[in-house]
């Protein structure tokens, strides 16, 4: 009814009169003999008229019986006076650069001809203010934004009229954070910039017309809004790396094409006849709706408009008028088809009624039914990635009592509330906490060597939040009176904890970026073994990225998708694009859930065993009984593990020694990563005092993994220093204790590791089975916290499989969920769901891998057998396949070429049916909920995919 009215308001009194019409128009053919000779005029620019597309369209009209077509000369146009035009019924006119639309506009008063596009109505599409302001009083959904004149406020000496900081700005109230959108309110104006938040790295991309085969850059240096002229800011909306191009003629037709999002990258891709690259796609029933109110919002009758497509709502960005597909033969018949019916039932445009002559519901382009294929067909690839080369983590933990730190927590406050602080300015807040405690320290409780280096972390390099983080936990709290006379409790104790390091190494980055081609060279082959499917277009295959929120793992899997997906370009705005990383990724990949506590007491296990001086059977007995044997070559390689960790003390000691000996030596020398003289020393003379309690005279079994990644950091980053033969010495006991001790925190039992593995790895393996139950077409039959994502699927019901997709989603995530992965799958009898030899030998090969290194990866791929009935249980079967990652460094190779390439994948197992597989996950967490209380906490709704 809302439509109706509006479309009322709209008709002008030359609409109005052919209303009568309608009934009979729309359902009694028109005889030629009843039709007059109708002049149609097509006034525009040499460039649109000589196009392909409206050639085609206009050949198409002249075919028409009593139809006359004119275009008027574009010196005519230019030069000539109105009143030397000839007159037509019908005006085909609309504006593009150079365009003298006012001219246009007395023509077509003087001779009151029907407008297939309103001319007066074009002037709005000059202001993308008007634009918005034109969508928002259709109800068509528009990006939440704020429009600010620059120059009207300076004209009036207002210096304070908008605030901006580093990562949002505030103008009238409205607050708008990065990543954002600055868009010109010229729409003629197409240098758009995008800023990023300084948590995904900072700086802009810089849109701008499509120049050879590039259409944005990306500016590291630029994170300042432009203040020059009128802009729009708007929030910047995700849509998976994809632009929908939409293709409106008249208010029930609309073909709808997607391509790649020019923020990812700034490449064009083309096609042989150096057109954009672009794919058909369905348009849902809002889009459909948002069409038919673009057309009659602005009276344009062919219309093209960009829109956004997420998983709730799409939004229009803008509208471009006058606008044709550039290569699609069903889209210029359809076009001409319905311009000739309008035409000759002397009908305004908006008011046509719907008709059975050509729809775009489905103008996706009819696949050539292929024959069964009696080879399985891939239909889906589910990847669970573990991030690419870091430099070492560091943690310092402190215990903060001072008010300063404390005013934090919210109240109520309850023991164990946690607070984060990774933002610049919510690190800057606490640096400058630290500096005020350090100017007066008198009577603070604080450890002030900790404030120290909590200051000297906080400044040895910018501030950019994306890797180093502060976390403050409540560990006591005490009641409190307010001044209301109100009781509540306040945190009085907490204790604060800074991580720095664990950066993604650039030879990470470019290793990950190689995986995603490997990916994608031995996965997604097409029949023609020279070809490979073209998966920048996302949204012609359907791909999702999810990283957990720690830097590393985030730009490993922009790292990862700038490969799979042939991309170009900086990573800041791949990660933005395309990888997903709020809560739900979050809740995915990055929390233990309710097996910390398990986990917890396992380490304390392997602290008093490790300490023992026994013989490594022994020490078997309680830290490894059931295996695995690298588990136990490792501790042979160990012998007594008190004695050990004597041993690698000292060899810690010597490292630190021969260091600072080399380092002042050389004040010159170089070191891998950019890394520091004194950052180098701290990070070694750290792990030296941490590694040995001096109070209780114990070692800390819990450096071990830490002593360890640092001698791998500085033998494949710094092999070439004169300290390398002492990182050599600490190499080898430190690999052997870690390779004790880092499998055998996930559980030291099968029943421990199995339990700790479905704890951490429940989210994930939920979201899993929903992924491998989606590429059927059916859904699990349990209640699921997750609906769909950002799709642009062609039709997903089509009987014979001919255009259905590969799904494909990506997780990226810390060492700790692939462990739980792995664990789930190695200890709960998985391969008895279907025995076979392949299962047997990859478990004596898992039996001897004693590290997931970088880029460990578990893959899970879902088949189709065409030739099995369609309801038969073995049409669709998964596929599981295993690589544990990079390379280890190889001690009688330093200083030698070595890519440390990620070891090939091998098969884990080659079939189980998607029900089975399904069903047997279900029934091990059916079995753990009835052993343990469940922690309901975990049952959140992860909302939109």
Known sequence: ?????????????????????????????????????????????????????????????????????????HDALMNDPIESWPACDVLIAFFSAGYPLEKVELYAKLHHPIMVNDLEKQHLLFDRRVVYDTLTRFKVPVPPYVFVDH?????????????????????????????????????????????????????????????????????????????????????????????????????????????????????????GEGKEIRFPVLLTAQEKLIAKKVVFAFKQTVCGFDLLRTPNISYVIDVNGWSFVKKSQKYNDDCASILQRMIQHGRAPPLLPPMAAPQADNDAPATPRPSRSFRPVLRGVFSLIRHADRTPKQKMKMKVTHEKFLKHFSLPCRVGAEIKFKSPRELQAILNIAQQLLSNAEGIKEDLLKLQQLQSVLTRWPLTGINRKVQIKATAVAETVMEDGSVVFKASEAQLILKWGGEVTQPGLDRAEALGRQFRMSLYRSEKKSELVRLHSMFHHDIKFYASTEGRVQMTAAAFSRGLLQLEGDLTPILVSLVRRDHVAHDLLDTLHDARSEMDAVKARLQEALRLDALPESIAELVAPAGPPAVLHALQKVGSPKASLGVLYKSVCALTKSMREALAKDPSLRLGEEETHVDILQRWEKLEHDFWDAKKGVYDISKIPDIYDSAKYDLLHNSHTPFVQAVVDVYPLAQALADVTVPSEYGITPKEKLSIALKTARLFIQKLL?????????????????????????????????????????????????????????????????????????????????????????TVRVYEQETEPPESPDRYFVRLDFSCGTELPEVDRLGLPNSYKVTPAFTLHERVNVATFEQHFKNLYKELDADTAVDESFRISLGEE
Request: glycine share 4%; charged share 25%.
């Open 1 to 73: 009814s809302i439509l109706q009215q509006q479309q009322q308001e709209l008709q002008s009194p030359q609409q109005q009169q052919v209303l009568s019409m309608e009934n009979s128009a729309a359902s009694t053919p028109l005889s030629t003999e009843d039709v007059e000779l109708i002049t149609v005029g097509v006034i525009a620019m040499p460039k649109k008229i000589d196009s392909k597309p409206m050639q085609i369209i206009l050949s198409q009209l002249r075919s028409v019986p009593h139809f006359h077509l004119f275009a008027l000369p």
């Open 770 to 858: 929903f992924d491998c139950m989606s590429v059927t077409g059916k859904e699990t039959d349990e209640e699921q916290p997750f609906s769909r994502e950002i799709s642009h699927e062609v039709n997903w019901d089509d009987k014979d499989g001919s255009q259905r997709q590969i799904r494909s989603r990506y997780y990226f995530c810390s060492e700790s969920h692939t462990h739980a992965f792995l664990n789930v799958l190695r200890y709960s009898n998985y391969g008895q769901l279907s025995p076979s030899s392949t299962w047997a030998n990859a478990m004596a090969r898992l039996d001897n891998i004693a590290e997931l290194n970088y880029l460990t990866s578990i």
């Open 151 to 271: 120059l009207l406020h300076q004209a009036s000496g207002d210096p304070a009229y908008i605030l901006e900081r580093e990562d949002f700005i505030v103008y009238n109230g409205v607050k708008i954070s990065k990543p954002f959108v600055e868009k010109p309110r010229d729409s003629e104006n197409h240098n758009i910039i995008v800023y990023f938040h300084s948590n995904d790295g900072g700086g802009s991309q810089h849109l701008f017309r499509k120049s050879k085969d590039h259409s944005s850059v990306f500016r590291a240096d630029v994170t300042s809004i432009r203040r020059d002229s009128a802009y729009i800011y708007e929030e910047f909306i995700n849509t998976a790396g994809t632009d929908l191009k939409v293709y409106a003629v008249g208010p029930h037709y609309a073909h709808c094409e997607a391509r790649k999002s020019p923020v990812v990258d700034g490449k064009v891709m083309r096609d």
